[in-house]
């Protein structure tokens, strides 16, 4: 299921069907499409009454999170058919407090952006180019394929993050877009997250080895304690950010005041090569198990 070199859309697409023929209790739902029309999957995962939310690959070279997050949801369904426990917990008991809703990869047209690179005939070749001052090099591209940074799409004090960013219009990273939720990917990010009304959230990012859990004073009172169990089972560290904004979990926090995480897996360059995924996956298993039980 997973490549030597890469994880991209197609294995994502490749990854559900595997899933949801192999395991009766695991379904995927179209949430809705990419600029470039591909469908964009959330994988639901277990039926008890807490909505779980998880998700991967907002930033296009933070595409290892998409792999890491499938290994998850078949390592989890797999444990829930044979009754074996997941990092010390019962996985049939977990599964029956908790459902996951996991969208592996919310940017796919950024993802295969920076794997496959530009090519005279991607329907957007010229601008890419130009959007990345000239250079055929797109490993370091975050955005979605118009040039807009997904994770700062959201209506949580987007214009202040405009003003801080000073990024005028498209490019690699940065750029927050003409408007909130004007790209299809977080709109529909936004309609999901509102017509489910998670219990609580974790997006999935690279690097840092840390979990950012607050927003602007709107989280929960329990969210800096629960962010300390996600660190214990993962040795990441908790961190209270400050000077960001109109990101997906900011957004969750301010809508909802409910728990909302950023998880930034791993450490190094982006995009982390995939022989660090074993390393990764080691240590994130047990934080995300705990997330279903926050």
Known sequence: MYPVQ???????VEGTRQLVGSYPFVSAYVIGNSVMGRPLLALRCGSGPRQIHMNGSFHANEWITSALLMRFQADLAAAYCSGDPIAGQQVQHLCREVTLWTVPMVNPDGVELVQRGNSPSHPWCRQLYEWNGGSDDFSGWKANIRGVDLNDQFPAFWDEERRRRGV???GPRDYPGPSPLSEPEAYAMASFT?????DAVLALHTQGREIYWNYRDFEPAEAEQLAKRLGQASNYKPIKLAGSDAGYKDWFIQQF????????AGYGENPLPISKFDQIYVELQPLLVEALRL
């Open 6 to 12: 890469t994880f991209g859309y197609l294995d994502v």
């Open 168 to 170: 005028s219009g498209p």
């Open 194 to 198: 509102e017509a489910i009304r998670f």
């Open 257 to 264: 005041r409910r728990p909302g995480f950023t998880v930034e």
